[in-house]
């Protein structure tokens, strides 16, 4: 589901994405059990994004390390990339603007802290 709507954000899919997106709409990279609620900020912990990325059983990620997994998710997420590829899709709110940009930037850092945790190959 993340990569089918990574896809879809990138128009490579056939799968429709309902545009302007809003915060909660994005594939942030955190399992959701909360089918019920929508993913918030503080959803985006450093607990939660480790356990997400360096799930070895996640499609998509045969054969590749944690070091891997996280380069490949800061491809996405990186601010500047993620304002430039991502941001034209979200509501023209500055305040959804702000907030998904926060997330961007949270789930940036927790990224390079788990990087810096992880043994040399």
Do not use: N
């Not at 979200?90 to 850092?109: I, P």
């Amino acid at each position: 589901m993340y990569d089918r709507r990574w896809a879809a954000i990138r128009r490579e899919g056939v799968e429709f994405v309902p545009f302007p997106l809003r915060f909660d709409q994005l594939p942030w990279p955190v399992f959701h059990f909360k089918p019920t609620s929508v993913i918030t900020i503080d959803d985006l912990s450093e607990d939660a994004i480790r356990f997400f990325v360096l799930d070895t059983k996640r499609p998509g990620y045969g054969g590749k390390d944690g070091k891997e997994r996280l380069r490949a998710e800061l491809l996405r997420y990186h601010p500047d990339k993620f304002g430039a590829r991502v941001l034209p899709y979200v509501l023209e709110v500055k305040e959804e603007r702000e907030k998904v940009m926060e997330g961007a930037k949270r789930v940036t850092e927790v990224l390079y802290q788990l990087l810096k945790t992880l043994p040399a190959a």
